[in-house]
T-cell receptor
Framework: EAGVAQSPRYKIIEKRQSVAFWCNPI?????LYWYQQILGQGPKLLIQ????????DSQLPKDRFSAERLKGVDSTLKIQPAKLEDSAVYLC?????????FGPGTRLTVL | AQSVTQLGSHVSVSEGALVLLRCNYS??????LFWYVQYPNQGLQLLLK??????LVKGINGFEAEFKKSETSFHLTKPSAHMSDAAEYFC?????????????????FGQGTILTVHP
């Protein structure tokens, strides 16, 4: 079974620029998560989708971050404008049978 | 609110020695507990999970963990370390936001423990 796919794997941008990340979950997984992992810390949930709908976005900085999941499959996470403190790895996960499966992540560097 | 504390950000062992990574949790509901491993430049891989069944849980690569409610702990152990075990390990707690369904609630992770294995 194919795993969670993410792209790009690496991205370097200047502060105040915008950036978008893409995630394709495992086929059939209704729940999709985006996590932010800052260097030296554990992942922190940004947003959780159940099919098309948002279940939890309480820790998403909504003034600059947005996410969507069209048709309940792929998802995109956008940052606009980026700040230096947004430098992190952005992990996408999908779940089935009470287990979350993670993609390889996108490493974002904001200069 | 849930939280996880991993004691020791770095653990160093010799090859063949016992591995013990400590995790304590706080949860207002019966928890589901997980250990994940992360190799450099890779995503998180599930090692094992506790979901209110047997308190001693066996996972992949020879790892196991024991759920102790009285101590609110879920420590990860492996009898004999191998060089390939060198990685970062994360303990996580989840609430089941969809009780009886097929999805768990969000995971709250600890800070991680970097395991170094010396020859």
């Amino acid at each position: 079974e194919a795993g969670v796919a993410q792209s790009p794997r690496y991205k370097i941008i200047e502060k105040r620029q915008s950036v978008a990340f893409w995630c394709n979950p495992i086929s059939g997984h209704a729940t999709l998560y985006w996590y932010q992992q800052i260097l030296g810390q554990g992942p922190k949930l940004l947003i959780q989708f159940q099919n098309n709908g948002v279940v939890d976005d309480s820790q998403l900085p909504k003034d600059r971050f947005s996410a969507e999941r069209l048709k309940g499959v792929d998802s995109t996470l956008k940052i606009q404008p980026a700040k230096l403190e947004d430098s992190a790895v952005y992990l996408c996960a999908s779940s089935s049978r009470k287990v979350q499966f993670f993609g390889p992540g996108t490493r974002l560097t904001v200069l | 609110a849930q939280s996880v504390t991993q004691l020791g950000s770095h653990v160093s062992v010799s090859e063949g020695a016992l591995v013990l990574l400590r995790c304590n949790y706080s949860s207002s509901v019966p928890p589901y507990l997980f250990w994940y491993v992360q190799y450099p430049n890779q995503g998180l891989q599930l090692l094992l999970k506790y979901t209110s069944a047997a308190t001693l849980v066996k996972g992949i690569n020879g790892f196991e963990a024991e759920f102790k409610k009285s101590e609110t702990s879920f420590h990860l152990t492996k009898p004999s370390a191998h060089m390939s075990d060198a990685a970062e390990y994360f303990c996580a707690v989840s609430d089941d936001a969809n009780a009886g369904g097929t999805s768990y609630g969000k995971l709250t992770f600890g800070q991680g423990t970097i395991l170094t294995v010396h020859p």
